[in-house]
């Protein structure tokens, strides 16, 4: 059954490199991966408010309360991520923009200085000799190009660009979906009755800490059950920190 898996897996990706399909997965634009920002408020959202659930619970007030301030959390927190988010991603495409100018603002003043910057790029790439020069005549040739290939090289911007706006709603989305998870014992102890709602919530947040982390390994080298015990683990530190700072406050009070 493996051998025919593998087989398989040979036979699909022989036909996703078909001159055909290489052509054509090339003329698509790169695209922007928001799994960072999926992560980032599906995280943030659990941990935040579970905080609040914890340090609520730690001070042994009400669990009325503990869904009010909880609610308040997700909406709060939740919009001043997206908002945050989204200046950020949109002053990095700003910056990006600003570089790319910036670099055919310097092909028009020292046309000579950069042919030899992208000359000794592609020379530490392992060109040399005449291949070398035709890279570098093939690429100064689309000012366009130039600036883009400088861009990337030179300063490190990656070939795509995510937009601030899908950035900003998908960390608010994550946030306020995996975020809603240690509310849910105690909304639903408040329409009926929950013999252990904080132990529920615990129990669940766990969960969705695990399940982020088990998502994010469909997008990156690592095992998923590696991937949801590591989120799990930052998590639940962070959570048994904001537990301990209510218990202690309850105390002080």
Not at 55 to 77: F, R, S
Not at 81 to 108: K, P, T, W
Not at 182 to 210: C, K, N, Q, R, Y
Request: charged share 20%; proline share 3%; hydrophobic share 50%.
């Amino acid at each position: 059954m493996l051998r025919y898996r593998k087989a398989d897996r040979a036979a699909a990706l022989e036909a996703e490199h078909t001159p055909e399909a290489v052509r054509r997965r090339l003329a698509q634009e790169p695209r922007a991966s928001y799994l960072r920002d999926f992560v980032y408020g599906a995280i943030d959202g659990a941990v935040t408010t579970f905080a609040v659930v914890a340090g609520v619970q730690g001070a042994d007030l009400d669990a009325t309360i503990v869904v009010i301030l909880g609610g308040a959390n997700l909406v709060a927190d939740g919009f001043s991520m997206a908002v945050s988010n989204y200046l950020g991603s949109r002053a990095a495409s700003q910056q990006r923009e600003q570089a790319r100018r910036e670099e055919l603002r310097h092909i028009q003043l020292v046309p000579e200085g950069e042919r030899e910057e992208i000359r000794q790029i592609f020379a530490r790439k392992g060109f040399e000799g005449d291949d070398l020069e035709r890279v570098v005549d093939v690429i100064t040739r689309d000012h366009h190009l130039w600036a883009e290939t400088m861009v990337q090289e030179e300063l490190g911007f990656g070939p795509a660009e995510t937009n601030p706006l899908r950035a900003a709603l998908t960390t608010l989305l994550a946030f306020l979906l995996i975020g809603f998870f240690p509310l849910g014992a105690f909304i639903w102890d408040l329409i009926g009755h929950v013999e252990d709602p904080f132990t529920i919530s615990t129990i669940l947040t766990g969960i969705a800490f695990f399940a982020v982390g088990s998502l994010k390994s469909a997008f990156v080298a690592q095992a998923w059950w590696r991937a949801g015990l590591e989120t799990l683990a930052v998590g639940g530190a962070a959570a048994i920190l904001a537990y301990l700072a209510g218990a202690l406050l309850e105390r002080v009070a």
